[in-house]
C-alpha cells in the first residue's frame, strides 16, 4: 500500500508557474513509476507526466510538452511538477499516483489531489 499527498497548488495568473510535490508513504516508493493526472470540472481524469523509477524515462502529455518537468528524489520519496508558463486551460485538480506506466495507465494508488487554478 502507497500513501500520496499532493501539495503546492494555489491561485496564479496566466503565465506563472508552480511546483507541485507529492510525498509517498512506501519505503517501496522507487520500486514505482510515478505519474501526474489531471481533472478539469466537467472533464475525465487525464495524463499529464510520468517518471520511471529510476528517472531514465519521462513521458508528457502534448498540451503539456516544454511547459511541464516531472521529477523525482528517491531519497525523500517525492515526486514534483514544475509547471510553467501555465494557462488558464491548465486550471484543474491535480493527482499524484503510483504503480502504473510511463504512458498512464495502470496506476494503483491515488493522491487526494491538489487545486491548481490559472486565471487570465
Known amino acids: 500500500q502507497v500513501q500520496l499527498v499532493e501539495s503546492g497548488g494555489g491561485l496564479v495568473q496566466a503565465g506563472d508557474s508552480l511546483r507541485l510535490s507529492c510525498a509517498a508513504s512506501a519505503r517501496t516508493f522507487l520500486m514505482y513509476t510515478m505519474g501526474w493526472f489531471r481533472q478539469a470540472p466537467g472533464k475525465e481524469r487525464e495524463f499529464v507526466a510520468a517518471?520511471?523509477?529510476?528517472?531514465?524515462?519521462?513521458y508528457y502529455a502534448d498540451s503539456v510538452k516544454g511547459r511541464f518537468t516531472i521529477s523525482r528524489d528517491n531519497a525523500k520519496n517525492t515526486v514534483y511538477l514544475r509547471m510553467n508558463s501555465l494557462k488558464p486551460e491548465d486550471t484543474a485538480v491535480y493527482y499524484c499516483?503510483?504503480?502504473?506506466?510511463?504512458?498512464?495507465?495502470?496506476?494503483?494508488?491515488w493522491g487526494q489531489g491538489t487545486q491548481v487554478t490559472v486565471s487570465s
Open positions: 517518471v520511471s523509477w529510476n528517472a531514465g524515462s519521462t
Open positions: 499516483a503510483a504503480g502504473g506506466d510511463v504512458v498512464g495507465y495502470g496506476y494503483r494508488y
